[in-house]
T-cell receptor, first 114, second 111 residues
Framework: DSGVTQTPKHLITATGQRVTLRCSPRSGDLSVYWYQQSLDQGLQFLIQYYNGEERAKGNILERFSAQQFPDLHSELNLSSLELGDSALYFC?????????????FGPGTRLTVL | GENVEQHPSTLSVQEGDSAVIKCTYSDSASNYFPWYKQELGKGPQLIIDIRSNVGEKKDQRIAVTLNKTAKHFSLHITETQPEDSAVYFCAASANAGKSTFGDGTTLTVKP
């Protein structure tokens, strides 16, 4: 158990809908990352937040947005969903030690768009 | 930006044999190289990491080596067991920046 929690575990919805995925980082971690993993694919970096501020952006679609709240939990919002958005979505939280940043992953949310 | 290439994409070994997965990176500023194991239906789990001031690190049956000059690092698993079967990801990052991940290696250990 990494200490990172994600809800819900599974989500089934229809095309055109909007969903919100939630992530709670490990206690004390200020950074939250979001990744998308499609079937048999690698980890595609979406976005990083650090202490409430956006720090880095990857291949995140304009239909997707995220935020990190004062209590450090983060939400990933996916709107106008398409079939191709079906994937596993992981968040990771990290602790910076000196000049390295170790990420710990949550169990993921499996999104199915029908 | 950083580019990480991982080979092979699939690897099948007999139980008890060794397995080696290799990664190369492009950014000479990268100084942190973690390895993750992802079992089916679960999130990636950190199994070992190495910093650029170290050439090798070992933890029981797992070891990682780093060649900064050639910009490559490798994961070595000895005495493989069926429970080692999983997808393994390498990653690289510079100065506590975001990590760039390899595409993953699916390791199958046959009993």
């Amino acid at each position: 158990d990494s200490g990172v929690t994600q809800t819900p575990k599974h989500l089934i919805t229809a095309t055109g809908q909007r969903v919100t995925l939630r992530c709670s980082p490990r206690s004390g971690d200020l950074s939250v990352y979001w990744y998308q993993q499609s079937l048999d694919q690698g980890l595609q970096f979406l976005i990083q937040y650090y202490n409430g501020e956006e720090r880095a952006k990857g291949n995140i679609l304009e239909r997707f947005s995220a935020q990190q709240f004062p209590d450090l939990h983060s939400e990933l919002n996916l709107s106008s969903l398409e079939l191709g958005d079906s994937a596993l979505y992981f968040c990771a939280s990290s602790v910076v030690k000196g000049d390295t940043d170790t990420q710990y992953f949550g169990p993921g949310t499996r999104l199915t768009v029908l | 930006g950083e580019n990480v290439e991982q080979h092979p994409s699939t690897l099948s070994v007999q139980e008890g044999d060794s397995a080696v997965i290799k990664c190369t990176y492009s950014d000479s500023a990268s100084n942190y190289f973690p390895w993750y194991k992802q079992e089916l239906g679960k999130g990636p789990q950190l199994i070992i990491d190495i910093r650029s001031n170290v050439g090798e690190k070992k933890d029981q049956r797992i070891a990682v080596t780093l060649n900064k000059t050639a910009k490559h690092f490798s994961l070595h698993i000895t005495e493989t067991q069926p429970e080692d079967s999983a997808v393994y990801f390498c990653a690289a990052s510079a100065n506590a920046g975001k990590s760039t991940f390899g595409d993953g290696t699916t390791l199958t250990v046959k009993p």
